[in-house]
């Protein structure tokens, strides 16, 4: 479940969820109250490194990746749904990304803002704070009113809560 690349290991907080189905493989660095779901793998090779922030989630099936140019970063607070393909981009603080989305090298979902589910976020695409992208390729449709931007912070909150309460992650 956990490898090293080159003598390098994942760093991962004590209190942190990876389901024993995940792979943390490499320069990855995991913070405190993060889940990794089954099946999610998180492969930071290639002279880079992928880091999530506390309080995050990946859930079941999703590839994060880096290239030689660009890292991972995804912030804290973060939801990042069923079968995602991150590939060195960054997710700001308290985003959310719909399940089946593919962000690609260089993009940047601003804190707060929304893919929608099968979104394409092309390379150096840059999905403004506050609001919602959908389509292939994604295209911001709306600015997000305050009850979703409350849903998406307790989304993450309930991975929290979900791993702490059911999981064995000792």
């Known amino acids: 479940m956990i490898r090293s690349i080159r ?12 389901d024993e189905a995940s792979r943390i493989i490499g320069d990855v660095r995991i913070g405190e109250n993060v889940s990794v779901w089954p099946f999610a793998v998180l492969r930071g090779d290639d002279g880079n490194y992928i880091d999530v922030g506390e309080g995050s989630n990946i859930q079941d099936n999703s590839v994060c990746h880096v290239t030689k140019e660009n890292p991972l970063i995804i ?3 973060v939801t990042i749904g069923h079968g995602v393909i991150l590939h060195a981009c960054t ?17 940047v979902i601003k804190k707060g803002a929304q893919v929608g589910a099968n979104a394409l976020v092309t390379s150096g695409k ?3 704070s506050g609001t ?5 390729p994604a295209k911001v449709i709306r600015e997000l009113n305050e009850d979703e931007k ?4 307790m989304n993450s909150e309930e991975y929290v809560k979900l791993w702490n309460s059911h999981y064995d992650y000792s």
């Open 75 to 77: 912030g804290k607070n």
């Open 132 to 136: 919602v992208a959908m389509g292939v």
């Open 7 to 18: 003598e390098i290991t994942p760093t991962i907080h004590p209190n942190s969820y990876l």
């Open 91 to 107: 997710i700001e603080d308290e985003a959310r990304i719909g399940m089946g989305a593919t962000i690609l090298d260089g993009a």
């Open 150 to 153: 409350k849903d998406i912070k």
């Open 126 to 128: 840059v999905i403004p």
